[in-house]
C-alpha cells in the first residue's frame, strides 16, 4: 500500500480539508509532517493517519527530510510527498531529490516559484511573457524604467496571488515603491511591463508530461484592480465549452509552456492575457505536482 506523506506546516481550515481528503484516499497510508502540538490535529483526522511527524520547522527542507526518513523507517518506502503552500514547493523538490521519490524536483519548483527565473525560461524559448527584470537595487530599478516606461508592475519575485503586488504609473510612484522595506537575505523584486488586455486563468493537469485535461476562466475585472478599489466585486466567468476555437491558441502555448517549465505531472493555475491585438502574454503560473 503506498505511503504518502503530507507535510501542512500549519493546519488552517482550508490546509486540513486538503489533509483530511488524502486521509481519505482508498490504498493510501497517509503520514502528516506538522509544527502544531498534536492536540491541534482534529481527533477524527488522527484516526485515519498511519504516522504524524511534529517537528520544530516544516518548512525547512532538512527538517523535513528526516521527518519523511522517520516515515520511512516506521511505515516503509515513502512513494510520495505533499504539499499545498505555495512556500513549500522548493523546499519539497530538494526533500524529493534527496531521497529519490518521485515528484517535481527543485530545479522545476523554482521554474514556478521565482516569477522572473519562470520569464526568463518562457522567453529563452520564445513564448510570449510580458517584458522583465529582476532589481536587487534601485539603481536596477530606474534603469528598468528608463527602457520601458510606464505603467509598470512591481512585485515580489516569490510572490503568490497578487499580495504585495503595486501598479505604478509615474516616478513619485516609483519613489514610493522602492521606499518599502525589501530587506532579508536574497531580497528581491521583479518588475514588470504592465500588460493591458483581457485577462484570463488556465487550469490544468498533466499526467506522464501530457495534457490530460485543463479548463479556461474570464477575470472581469483583473484581480489587481480589485486590490486597488475595495469597493470591486470580482466575478471568475467558466466558459461553457473549454474547446472552444478562441481558446485553441493559449492551450498550445500554455502546454508547451508548462513543458519548458518542468511540468511532468501535476496541476497548474497559470494567468494569461489576451492584448488588444489578440497576442497572448503569460503572466506566471504556479503549480502543485
Keep these: 500500500m503506498p505511503v504518502v506523506v503530507f507535510v501542512a ?36 483526522l488522527r484516526k485515519q493517519l498511519a504516522a504524524q511527524e511534529i517537528v520544530e520547522n516544516a518548512l525547512d527542507p532538512d527538517v523535513i527530510t528526516g521527518a519523511v526518513r522517520a516515515v520511512n523507517t516506521r511505515l516503509g518506502p515513502v512513494h510520495r510527498v505533499l504539499g499545498a503552500l505555495e512556500e513549500l514547493q522548493v523546499p519539497l523538490g530538494e526533500v524529493r531529490d534527496r531521497l529519490g521519490i518521485p515528484g517535481m524536483g527543485a530545479e522545476a519548483a523554482r521554474n514556478f516559484r521565482d516569477k522572473a527565473r519562470m520569464k526568463e525560461v518562457l522567453r529563452a524559448n520564445g ?46 510612484q516609483m519613489r514610493e515603491v522602492l521606499a518599502l522595506d525589501r530587506s532579508g537575505p536574497g531580497a528581491e ?39 486597488e478599489n475595495d469597493w470591486m466585486q470580482w466575478c471568475v ?8 476555437p478562441r481558446y485553441a491558441d493559449i492551450r498550445v502555448v500554455a502546454e508547451a509552456a508548462l513543458r519548458k517549465l518542468g511540468m511532468v505531472d501535476g496541476l497548474s493555475h497559470m494567468e494569461w492575457f489576451r492584448r488588444p491585438d489578440g497576442g497572448i502574454a503569460i503572466s506566471e503560473v504556479g503549480a502543485r505536482p
Design 127 to 172: 513564448l510570449p511573457c510580458a517584458r522583465h527584470t529582476r532589481v536587487r537595487s534601485d539603481d536596477e530599478a530606474w534603469a528598468f524604467v528608463r527602457e520601458v516606461g510606464y505603467p509598470l508592475i512591481v512585485k515580489p519575485t516569490a510572490g503568490s496571488g497578487s499580495r504585495n503586488t503595486f501598479r505604478v504609473e509615474d516616478e513619485e
Design 237 to 244: 466567468v467558466i466558459p461553457r465549452e473549454a474547446d472552444h
Design 9 to 44: 506546516p500549519f493546519l488552517l481550515p482550508t490546509t486540513r480539508r486538503f489533509v483530511e481528503h488524502a486521509a481519505t484516499l482508498p490504498g493510501v497510508r497517509l503520514a502528516l509532517v506538522t509544527q502544531e502540538p498534536a492536540e491541534k490535529i482534529p481527533a477524527p
Design 189 to 227: 523584486t521583479m518588475i514588470e511591463e504592465f500588460v493591458t488586455g483581457q485577462e484570463h486563468s488556465f487550469d490544468s493537469v498533466f499526467l506522464n508530461g501530457r495534457l490530460v485535461w485543463f479548463s479556461c476562466c474570464h477575470y472581469f475585472p483583473r484581480p489587481l484592480d480589485i486590490l
